[in-house]
């Protein structure tokens, strides 16, 4: 079984632009969720998706903004990129079973620095 | 809110040797979760070992186990018999309520980079 996919794995954006990160989850897994790595904030949760609803929200700036698709594919969307957006973007599912254990599967990340 | 807390930004073990990272949190709740999740420098993060926190026996997974003490908010991994592979970011992690209602999100540590030398 594939493993979840993050595209692009790298980018670089200036200031002022916006970028879309995508992630296709483990087939079967219908709750997506995001979160921004970096070395001076650790990781934090951006929000989860579950069955096309945002189901939980982190404490980030309305720039940030996501979204889920049928098929349980998500994508997130930052707009008007500043330099502390420079990140590790971490996508991860779970399914309603690993979902109820906790455990998230991770995605490689989508390493996004702007200049 | 909820925090977690990993007082230990790097720890270094020879292999075959055991090493204990710690891990504190602080809830007000008593039903949650907690866990260690490694990363390794390819930097896609695995689950290493889950604890629930209503259960009081101690999580083992293979060479690695943890110390769960719910009353002191603490909860150490300790990986015996250390292995080159075990180098990597390690991070401690708490998530409230277990109900899938809820959502999964989970509150990390700032981890704790270990490195193995041979």
């Known amino acids: 079984k594939a493993g979840v996919t993050q595209t692009p794995r790298y980018l670089i954006k200036t200031r002022g632009q916006q970028v879309t990160l995508s992630c296709s989850p483990i087939?079967?897994?219908?709750?997506v969720s995001w979160y921004q790595q970096t070395p001076g904030q650790g990781l934090q949760f951006l929000f989860e998706?579950?069955?096309?609803?945002?189901?939980n929200k982190g404490n980030f700036p309305g720039r940030f903004s996501g979204r889920q698709f049928s098929n349980s594919r998500s994508e997130m969307n930052v707009s008007t990129l500043e330099l502390g957006d420079s990140a590790l973007y971490l996508c991860?599912?779970?399914?309603?079973?690993?979902?109820?254990?906790?455990?998230?599967?991770f995605g490689e990340g989508s390493r996004l620095t702007v200049l | 809110a909820q925090t977690v807390t990993q007082s230990q930004p790097e720890m270094s073990v020879q292999e075959a040797e055991t090493v204990t990272l710690s891990c504190t949190y602080d809830?007000?709740?008593?039903?949650?979760?907690l866990f260690w999740y490694k990363q390794p420098p390819s930097r896609q993060m695995i689950l290493v070992i889950r604890?629930?926190?209503?259960?009081?026996q101690n999580a083992t997974e293979n060479r690695f186990s943890v110390n769960f003490q719910k009353a002191a908010k603490s909860f150490s991994l300790k990986i015996s018999d250390s292995q080159l592979g075990d180098a990597a970011m390690y991070f401690c992690?708490?998530?409230?309520?277990?109900?899938?209602?809820?959502?999964?999100?989970?509150?990390f540590g700032k981890g704790t980079t270990l490195s193995v030398s041979s």
């Open positions: 991860a599912s779970s399914s309603r079973t690993s979902g109820n254990t906790g455990e998230l599967f």
């Open positions: 087939s079967g897994h219908r709750s």
């Open positions: 998706y579950f069955s096309e609803t945002q189901r």
């Open positions: 809830t007000s709740e008593s039903d949650y979760y």
């Open positions: 604890q629930e926190a209503y259960k009081q």
């Open positions: 992690a708490y998530r409230r309520d277990p109900s899938n209602q809820a959502g999964t999100a989970l509150i």
